[in-house]
Every structure is written in structure tokens, then in C-alpha cells.
């Protein structure tokens, strides 16, 4: 009987070292596929880096998140001139003005988005009277007779944040309503 017990664990042993083995040999293998794809994506990076049209093949290779930062910003407003007929000191933001236009303080991306399509739609000869119905009835309904202007702003995000500095000043587009029209 020993004798089986000897032969018996002479097998486990054979076997576990077969096991050993092969788990080596996996794990090499990985170590190798690990090696070789992580110096596929540096060649990929560097190639790109020269060939690439936008200096990267995505998403294969996208290194350069914020490869061009801008030190001005692009702010869109709406100016509000004039307020049932009465000339306003001095324009000032609908978003200043929530004491008459109770949302102008919520005034939104989407208050934004619209006014850069309006401005955009004039700009090509194609005003869009949906749009500035649109203007009208959601943001500046609650008065009888409105003058505005859509200003576009070049700023120094930082300057404009803690000052209200701005380097320049674009008037888009005027009008007035009640009319359903721009000037």
C-alpha cells in the first residue's frame, strides 16, 4: 500500500507541476500581449502625432484634450434698451432685470442657444419670425413693449468672472416689440 500512496502523489505532484507550467505559460503570454499592444499604442501615438491631420487618430489615440485652449471667451446677451417705451439709463442684460421679468434670473442655455440661431438667422438674410416669437413669448412677455439688442461679447473668461471686463463688443441684431419683427 504505501507503494500506491507513493505513486498516487508522485502524480499529484507530476500534475501540478504540468499546471504550474501552463499557468506560467499563460501568464507569460499575457505579460507578452500586454507588452506588445501597450508599444502598438505608442507607435499609434507617435504616427499620429505626425501624420494624423488633427495630431491623433480617435479614439483610437486621443491624448490632447485641451491641445488649444483660448485665453477670450464668446458670451451671448440679451440687451434690453428700452421698457414700455421708456428708455432705460443705461442697456442693461435681461438677466439683470428680474424685478420686471421674473425668469431673467433662470435665464437659461437654451435662452442662449436662441438668441445665437436668431442672430445667425439674420445674419443670413432668412430671418426666422418662430424664433422670435419665440423670444418673445417665453422670455419677455411680461411687459407690453420691449427694445433689445442681441450682443455678442469677447471676453477674458477670468477679467469678465471677476470684473465684468470686456475686450470687445458686437451689436447682432436689433428689434422691438410688441411688433413681430426685427430691425
Do not use: C
Not at 105 to 126: C, M, R, V, Y
Not at 132 to 153: E, F, H, P, T
Amino acid at each position: 500500500m504505501p507503494e500506491s500512496t507513493d505513486l498516487a502523489d508522485q502524480n499529484r505532484t507530476a500534475a501540478s507541476q504540468r499546471g504550474g507550467r501552463a499557468r506560467r505559460s499563460s501568464l507569460s503570454v499575457l505579460k507578452s500581449a500586454i507588452t506588445i499592444g501597450l508599444i502598438a499604442y505608442a507607435v499609434i501615438a507617435v504616427a499620429g502625432n505626425h501624420f494624423a491631420k488633427h495630431k491623433e487618430w480617435f479614439p483610437v489615440f486621443s491624448w490632447s484634450l485641451f491641445s488649444e485652449v483660448y485665453s477670450y471667451g464668446w458670451a451671448t446677451r440679451l440687451e434690453i434698451v428700452a421698457i414700455n417705451g421708456q428708455a432705460l439709463a443705461e442697456p442693461d442684460y435681461y438677466r439683470n432685470l428680474s424685478d420686471v421679468f421674473p425668469n431673467a434670473d433662470k435665464a437659461s442655455i437654451s435662452l442662449n442657444k436662441l438668441l445665437k440661431t436668431i442672430a445667425f438667422d439674420h445674419a443670413e438674410g432668412a430671418p426666422n419670425k418662430g424664433r422670435l416669437r419665440a423670444l418673445k413669448d417665453n422670455y419677455l412677455s411680461q411687459v407690453d413693449s420691449v427694445d433689445w439688442r442681441i450682443v455678442r461679447l469677447v471676453t477674458d473668461p477670468i477679467d469678465y468672472y471677476t470684473t465684468g471686463a470686456v475686450a470687445q463688443r458686437y451689436v447682432w441684431l436689433e428689434g422691438s416689440f410688441p411688433a413681430d419683427r426685427a430691425e
